[in-house]
């Protein structure tokens, strides 16, 4: 079986600029614009805000 197309795997990058990742899947039919969560940074030490990167 092939996997859904309209649930993609995505890439969220800190924006504090310490190169920290996380991966996780989205819907394109509820979320068509770019992810933006707030997730802890373990390198910078607190929470920042996430961005999804294309």
Known sequence: ???SETR???TLRSTA???QTYVTRKSRR???DRLVLRK???AAGQHVLFR???
């Open 17 to 19: 600029g310490t190169g």
């Open 30 to 32: 509820n979320n068509p």
């Open 40 to 42: 802890y940074d373990p």
């Open 52 to 54: 999804e990167e294309r």
């Open 1 to 3: 079986m092939a996997r």
């Open 8 to 10: 993609p795997v995505v």
